[in-house]
């Protein structure tokens, strides 16, 4: 059963740039949340999507952009990168069940460095 | 202020020892807690969640205070891979924040022998 995965594992892009992050669920999962984590701070909160639909939203700019494909993967799109953008980027899965105890599984990450 | 603060340490603890990591929330109204672990440069995982009677999962005990809005981890008999940085988790768990995890910063642990 494979896990969460994530791609690509790095990235490099310059200012202005735009990015494409992509995240495959866990096998039977059908929501996806995804969190930006800077150098030596814990996971933000940037989005989740549900039945293909952004369902929540963090404090991140209309630059950070997501969709929701059928079988239940994910994109995050990031637009005009900054300098401060860079960050490991990690896709978690879960069951959107209602509950608050659904355990998240979280993939390895995109670690993008924008020069 | 931060839904979850966290000291970053770091400890640094000989193996055998014993050591207890804190962390507070600030929304009262937080209905889910855990702790990750995360290795250097990989993704969090789940060590455990946290329960208000308490729990206990081999070395590792953790407690919930909601009156103080406090979390704690106890690690006995540390191991050299116990190694990592300890990442304190919230889930308030409610409404528009159903599903979103707050997470602190992060302690980081080093384990020496």
């Known amino acids: 059963d494979a896990g969460v995965t994530q791609s690509p594992t790095h990235l490099i892009k310059t200012r202005g740039q735009q990015v494409t992050l992509r995240c495959s669920p866990k096998s039977g999962h059908d929501t996806v949340s995804w969190y930006q984590q800077a150098l030596g701070q814990g996971p933000q909160f940037i989005f989740q999507y549900y039945e293909e639909e952004e369902r929540q939203r963090g404090n991140f700019p209309d630059r950070f952009s997501g969709h929701q494909y059928p079988n239940y993967s994910s994109e995050l799109n990031v637009n005009a990168l900054l300098l401060g953008d860079s960050a490991l980027y990690l896709c978690?899965?879960?069951?959107?069940?209602?509950?608050?105890?659904?355990?998240?599984?979280f993939g390895p990450g995109t670690r993008l460095t924008v020069l | 202020r931060k839904e979850v603060e966290q000291d970053p340490g770091p400890f640094n603890v000989p193996e055998g020892a014993t050591v207890a990591f804190n962390c507070t929330y600030s929304?009262?109204?937080?209905?889910?807690f855990f702790w990750y672990r995360q290795d250097c440069r990989k993704e969090p995982k789940l060590l455990m969640s946290v329960y208000s009677s308490g729990n206990e999962d081999g070395r590792f005990t953790a407690q919930l205070n909601r009156a103080s809005q406090y979390i704690s981890l106890l690690i006995r008999d540390s191991k050299l891979s116990d190694s990592a940085t300890y990442l304190c988790?919230?889930?308030?768990?409610?409404?528009?924040?159903?599903?979103?995890?707050?997470f602190g910063r992060g302690t980081q642990l080093t384990v020496w022998p």
């Open positions: 988790v919230v889930n308030i768990g409610r409404g528009s924040t159903l599903g979103r995890l707050y």
């Open positions: 978690a899965s879960s069951l959107y069940a209602g509950t608050a105890n659904n355990e998240q599984f």
């Open positions: 929304n009262s109204a937080s209905q889910s």
